[in-house]
């Protein structure tokens, strides 16, 4: 099903540049596979601060949420069609098309994420068959808490509320607990 990605890659800095147009990239990524899988899509990467977003921690972390994904799909039944994964400076990023209902899929992966120490790194975005992507406030659920403080993150990352060091650290610390 899914392959790890190998922990073999330099750590290099990414420009804001570089990470916007990663994101444009993503985005055409996802839009390509909707229309031809037509189907519920997982686009899963990793939240992580700073400049470097390529390095073993990250990818540590990114497999732990593949080994994850691959577990809760098993439990739910789900169809995995199609799945691919990129090792990219800009970060890991894996799309899956899924045979299954987007809304359904979406609680299940925010429960994964809140459930798992490490699950609060974990980026699972899902859309349905037409391109609808689905958030934590459509399901009426909270915002994600700060990785640092029981804050709301959008709030700490705008203040800049903690050091890059303390969150890596932190980081550090949930990657590394049990799973």
Request: aromatic share 8%.
């Amino acid at each position: 099903m899914f392959c790890p990605l190998p922990d073999t890659q330099e750590q290099f800095e990414i420009s804001l540049p570089e990470l916007l147009d990663s994101r444009d990239a993503r985005l055409a990524r996802q839009q390509a596979w909707i229309g031809l899988h037509q189907v519920t899509l997982i686009s899963f990467t990793v939240v992580f601060p700073g400049a470097v977003k390529d390095n073993s921690l990250v990818r540590h972390v990114f497999n732990q949420g593949l080994n994850a994904l691959k577990q809760i799909a098993s439990c739910g039944q789900w169809v995995f069609l199609s799945q691919q994964s990129w090792a990219l400076k800009t970060g890991p990023e894996c799309l899956v098309a899924v045979d299954g209902d987007a809304i359904e899929i979406k609680k299940a992966l925010i429960h994964l994420e809140e459930s798992s120490p490490v699950g609060r790194l974990w980026d699972f975005d899902v859309f349905d068959a037409n391109g609808q992507q689905y958030s934590r406030s459509q399901l009426n659920l909270p915002p994600r808490q700060c990785l640092v403080c029981e804050n709301e993150a959008k709030i700490c990352a705008r203040q800049r509320t903690h050091s890059l060091v303390e969150i890596l650290n932190r980081i550090e610390e949930l990657a590394n607990a049990t799973y």
